[in-house]
């Protein structure tokens, strides 16, 4: 079965500095995706970034790095230099081949930037 | 591109009502998906339409849901006979292939 796991519930960070939220997940399909959404506080879900399995790089989109570990089931999203407006919730997210519509979510992860 | 449209955002109905929700997606996307948050947790995956077919219902849509999509274009999802657990954000996304999915803002639905 498909899982993503989320263990930060929240994260307090310092403006200006880089921050790792962690994502792990299981799937035994050899083709998959990932995804990163933020969702402020007024509620939508913002697309951050994506990693297909097969992709031989990380994922970047400016100052959001996917640091893709796929021996591990990790992929975490790395913010650098972080701003107040990076508050928010963080989703990690994957859709695998076996379900190629819905993508299923993590529990999420609560970050506040500290000014 | 005028992003995926939900209406209401806001929707407090009493106990045993029925209530009904709209999404616009994006004009050119074919495929439309209904999600269901609740406070603390991840969207779940309620049900997935490719132009007006409904191809994928998740066991969290009971009996008392029903979605439809019937141009291909924007969709409804109906609730009857409402009950507090459905107290909820209701999200729907939209892509074409090989995109991801944009959400539309949501629908927050209060139970009284």
């Known amino acids: 079965a498909q899982k993503i796991t989320q263990t930060q519930p929240g994260m307090f960070v310092q403006e200006k500095e880089a921050v790792t939220l962690d994502c792990t997940y299981d799937t035994s399909d050899p083709s998959y995706g990932l995804f990163w959404y933020k969702q402020p506080s007024s509620g939508e879900m913002i697309f951050l970034i994506y990693q297909g399995s097969y992709d031989q790089q990380n994922a970047t989109e400016g100052r959001y790095s996917l640091n893709f570990q796929k021996a591990r089931k990790s992929a975490n999203l790395v913010i650098s230099a972080s701003q107040l407006g990076d508050s928010a919730m963080y989703f990690c997210?994957?859709?695998?081949?076996?379900?190629?519509?819905?993508?299923?979510f993590g529990s999420g992860t609560r970050l506040s930037i500290r000014p | 591109d005028t992003g995926v449209s939900q209406n209401p955002r806001h929707k407090i109905t009493k106990r045993g009502q029925n209530v009904t929700f709209r999404c616009d997606p994006i004009?050119?996307?074919?495929?439309l998906y209904w999600y269901r948050q609740t406070l603390g947790q991840g969207p779940e995956f309620l049900t997935y339409f490719q132009n007006e077919a409904q191809l994928e219902k998740s066991r969290l849509l009971s009996d008392r849901f029903s979605a439809e999509r019937p141009k291909g274009s924007f969709s409804t999802l109906e609730i009857q006979r409402t009950e507090q657990g459905d107290s909820a954000m209701y999200l729907c996304?939209?892509?074409?292939?090989?995109?991801?999915?944009?959400f539309g803002d949501g629908t927050r639905l209060s139970i009284l």
């Open positions: 004009s050119e996307h074919n495929r």
């Open positions: 997210a994957m859709r695998d081949q076996s379900s190629a519509s819905k993508i299923i």
């Open positions: 996304a939209s892509k074409d292939d090989d995109q991801p999915q944009h």
